[in-house]
């Protein structure tokens, strides 16, 4: 019995022995703990492994320093921070807790470096099936892990080559399957890695865009997996839509045993090179054309000998020479340098700066001739040697033609300067004077000094702006601007009429105006004059027609007032007839109106006004005259007047034409004095044709208006005849005439655009004939007819007027009309009961003429109160211009007398609605 356990105990020794052996003889680390209820594990042993592992990483530690010792007396043995002692304990608590094996990959940092461990907890269980150890078991793989990062680091490196790799570079097997490409390619076509890989190379985006690009690709891949490096030029689509040119390569790569296992394939842009390339050519063939066409002479030599290489038709045309004679030979051979040592200088200044521009140089010519010109150069090289181009450049006429410009630019400065006629020059952009002449200093009283260096703006020449403007367009249009009126401001602040004339000229590359100015400031004060002794001619002249006319104006108001006169007694006798009454009361408003339309005529003739010619017939201004003329013209004168109605309307001034007629019948009953005799008047349309012009100076071809003044007087001879139309001219005695009718007549005649022709021989009579061109149609308006009496509606009316009958009169007829109405004889008391009352009135009806004041001054004063009122001013002035009326009428209406009172209620209905009242 006692054998049995020594025999126990001996096996079981073996058994341990074994297992130390087997522990110890592994090639992983090994450490073999004990589950610890107190400390969660205490180490029962390593193996060799373990500890040679542990002092190679730098701790001097053996067996006992482990056996019997805590998980944290371990961990602190190694000094591991905080998290990896967590780490690790949590792990062996995962063990212990489970049961179940836990492999992982350990990374500590040692002192001699960083270890990897690939680690296992394995669990060893009682028969209970609870963990009573652990076995810690770790295969060293730092060096792998060193291994496999350095692999990844130069494989990232090799890709960040590739990928940042300017060339198109991938990877293929040997079918032509892609199986990888960089960046810098990928990019180029738009398309991401995945896309592509797998795929057959000639199917990939590279090559989709020419399928003969694609199977020349195919063939090429099966040249390359049999070993051959292929090579040549291509296109690939860019992603931006650009075709690329591409130097394209397949190289194959062999294994060790030479068989081709993969292709790379590679390219690069050359698309820049190739357009480089294109465009070298493209200069080069620009360079020769310009060689060969230049009109200069152009030459190549050798830098060195001199020697010609090439000349061009413009070197053969200068020196009047054949390209065999020049090609080999030097300047010096040909006679072209007059000294060898100019060329010398010229060569090494080449040399030096590479090239010469504008080297002045005087040629030999055949016959000894010499000419100027310009030499330029540059330095280039053919075929590694230096040569020159040379360019030359005949300025022999040039220099002659500049040096006669400075002659013809002196004598213009001269000419510039010493002008009468005042001259500036200007420039466009900014408007600064650049030179003035002594003539623009005489008229404009500015010297040379004021005005050089600023613009017309800044010294305030200019009397409207407005014409600056209107200068500049036309100029900016039209290249010049002949004979504008312009004023001016002198530098005393007087007015300078001026004619100019503009002219855009250039001076040193800056566009300028050349600037021509006539002075006729007194030209124009002579016309002025002119026209006022005209207009006061022209007044005299009417004057004394009316002077003529006068006994017959008389003679037809006293037939006038004899009607009215008796039919008043009549009436009065008749008040008890209301028939015969009214009848006689119609006869003094119908001899009343007779009397209105004498004063009209009277008034029309004599006015005195700016004249102003409107579209209109002649007819009824004609029969106007001679109604006037008629009752002053002696009994024994028979008029006949034929009015064709097919004459057509002119443009005339109706005093003015009613001047021409009275003046010509006139002279023509002054002509008939003394016998019986008779004034023809006709008008009549007369179609004149270009040959009719011809004996009739002043007229153009068209449809004109003939008025033709006959009569059977004295009639005139040849001399009389050719002196009737110059001023002061008369045949009548003294006091009978002035002899400036016919002036007068000529010139209204000229002015109306026509001409005046007179046929008279003694003893047969006088006939002038007027023609005036027919005016053009115009669209008028219809006239619409004028309607009665207009009501009013119980408005308030202020009438002023100092003659008390008419007040009353006027008066009665509004308050008859529908108006209530407030009369004043004296503008004063009218004035103060608008200041008291200013608000009552809605018209203020006024007198032109009166004492105290006058209608447009009482107007004046009653707006400072009531700006808004409506005005009225009465005038018996018909068509006058009276010296207190020219401005003062702006703003109000006109009413004349004689009163009608249809025409009355009219136009204070119209001053009403068109004026907001209260």
């Not at 006239?783 to 119980?794: D, K, S, W, Y």
Request: hydrophobic share 40%; net charge negative; proline share 5%.
């Amino acid at each position: 019995m006692a054998t049995k356990p020594s025999t126990a105990t001996a096996a079981l020794r073996t058994q341990k022995l074994q297992l130390e052996l087997i522990f110890n003889s592994a090639r992983d680390m090994m450490l073999l703990a004990e589950v610890d209820a107190t400390d969660l594990i205490r180490v029962v042993t390593v193996n060799r492994p373990y500890l040679e592992t542990v002092r190679a990483a730098g701790y001097a530690l053996s067996a006992q320093d482990f056996e019997g010792r805590s998980f944290a007396d371990v961990q602190a043995q190694f000094g591991f921070d905080a998290e990896t002692v967590g780490r690790m304990r949590e792990r062996y608590e995962q063990v212990i807790r489970s049961g179940q094996l836990l492999e992982f990959e350990e990374v500590t940092r040692a002192p001699t470096g960083v270890f990897h461990g690939r680690t296992t907890l394995t669990p060893i269980l009682d028969a209970a099936g609870a963990c009573t150890h652990v076995l810690y078991s770790s295969q060293d793989v730092t060096a792998w892990k060193q291994a496999e990062q350095e692999r990844a680091r130069s494989e990232q490196m090799l890709r960040a080559i590739l990928d940042h790799s300017f060339q198109f570079i991938g990877l293929l097997d040997p079918a032509g399957r892609l199986l990888r490409a960089n960046q810098t390619s990928l990019d180029a076509v738009g398309v991401r890695q995945e896309q592509v890989v797998g795929n057959y190379f000639w199917d990939t985006p590279w090559w989709s865009h020419d399928p003969a690009e694609q199977a020349r690709l195919r063939a090429a891949i099966g040249r390359a997996a049999r070993g051959e490096f292929v090579r040549y030029e291509t296109t690939h689509p860019a992603a931006d839509g650009r075709l690329l040119t591409m130097d394209f390569s397949l190289k194959p790569v062999r294994d060790e045993q030479g068989a081709v296992v993969a292709i790379i394939p590679e390219g690069r842009d050359i698309t820049e090179s190739r357009r480089a390339e294109q465009a070298l050519r493209e200069s080069e063939e620009k360079f020769a054309r310009i060689f060969r066409a230049s009109p200069d002479a152009m030459s190549v030599h050798e830098l060195d000998t001199g020697r010609y290489v090439d000349v061009n038709e413009g070197f053969l045309r200068l020196f009047d020479c054949r390209r065999e004679t020049v090609i080999g030979r030097t300047p010096l051979e040909l006679g072209l340098w007059s000294e060898s040592l100019e060329r010398q200088g010229f060569v090494e200044q080449l040399r030096v700066e590479g090239s010469v521009r504008g080297h002045p140089v005087i040629i030999g010519m055949k016959g000894g001739r010499q000419r100027r010109c310009e030499l330029s150069a540059e330095r280039i090289e053919i075929d590694g040697r230096p040569h020159n181009v040379s360019v030359l450049r005949d300025i022999t006429d040039r220099l002659a033609a500049e040096q006669a410009l400075r002659e013809s630019e002196e004598k213009f400065a001269k000419a510039f300067r010493s002008s009468p006629q005042p001259l500036i020059i200007s420039e466009i952009a900014t408007g600064r004077y650049i030179d003035v002449n002594l003539g623009f200093e005489r008229v404009s009283g500015y010297s040379r000094a004021d005005v050089i260096g600023r613009s017309s703006l800044e010294t305030g020449i200019w009397e409207n702006l407005a014409d600056r403007q209107a200068l500049f367009a036309r100029l900016q249009e039209e290249g010049r601007v002949r004979d504008m009126e312009l004023n001016f401001r002198r530098k005393d602040g007087g007015r300078l009429v001026t004619r100019c004339s503009f002219e855009t000229i250039e001076l040193a590359g800056v566009r300028c105006m050349l600037s021509t100015i006539t002075d006729i400031t007194e030209q124009r004060q002579a016309e002025t004059q002119k026209a006022s002794l005209e207009a006061q001619l022209q007044q005299n002249q009417k004057l004394e027609a009316l002077g003529t006319l006068a006994g017959g104006i008389a003679h037809d108001f006293n037939n006038i007032l004899t009607a009215i006169i008796i039919n008043q007694e009549l009436a009065l006798m008749d008040l008890d007839q209301p028939a015969d009454l009214r009848r006689r009361l119609d006869e003094i408003g119908l001899a009343s109106n007779r009397a209105k339309e004498l004063v009209r005529q009277i008034l029309t003739f004599s006015r005195q006004q700016q004249h102003e010619r409107l579209r209109q017939p002649l007819q009824m201004i004609i029969r106007e005259a001679l109604g006037l003329l008629r009752a002053s013209l002696p009994a024994t004168i028979e008029i006949s007047q034929d009015m064709a109605p097919d004459a057509p309307p002119v443009l005339a001034d109706a005093g003015q034409v009613h001047q021409v007629v009275m003046n010509l019948c006139t002279n023509a009953a002054h002509a008939m004095r003394d016998r019986p005799g008779r004034l023809t008047v006709r008008l009549a349309l007369c179609r004149l044709e270009p040959a009719d012009c011809v004996p009739r100076p002043g007229l153009q071809p068209g449809p004109h208006a003939r008025l033709t003044i006959a009569d059977t007087g004295h009639g005139m001879d040849a001399t009389v005849l050719a002196r009737i139309f110059e001023p002061f001219f008369t045949t009548k005695g003294p006091g009978e005439g002035t002899g400036l009718g016919l002036p007068m007549v000529h010139g209204i005649m000229k002015s109306h655009d026509g001409a005046i022709f007179v046929q008279s021989q003694p003893g047969e009579g006088t006939t002038f004939e007027l023609y005036f061109p027919a005016a053009p149609a115009t669209d008028s308006a219809v006239r619409e007819p004028v309607a009665g009496l207009v009501p009013g509606q119980g408005e308030s009316v202020l009438l002023v007027d100092d003659e008390e009958a008419i007040g009353q009169a006027v008066g009665a007829m509004l308050r008859r009309i529908g108006y209530h109405v407030e009369i004043y004889e004296d503008p004063r008391e009218a004035l103060a009961c608008v200041q008291a009352r200013p608000g009552q009135f809605s018209l203020l009806l006024t007198d032109r003429t009166m004492p105290h004041l006058s209608g447009p001054e009482l107007i004046q004063l009653a707006r400072t109160v009531r700006p808004d009122l409506p005005v009225l001013l009465m005038s018996g002035m018909s068509g006058s211009n009276p010296p207190d009326g020219a401005e003062a009428e702006a703003g109000y209406g006109l009413v004349e007398k004689p009163i009608d009172i249809a025409e009355l209620s009219r136009t204070v209905r119209r001053a009403l609605d068109l004026t907001p009242h209260p």
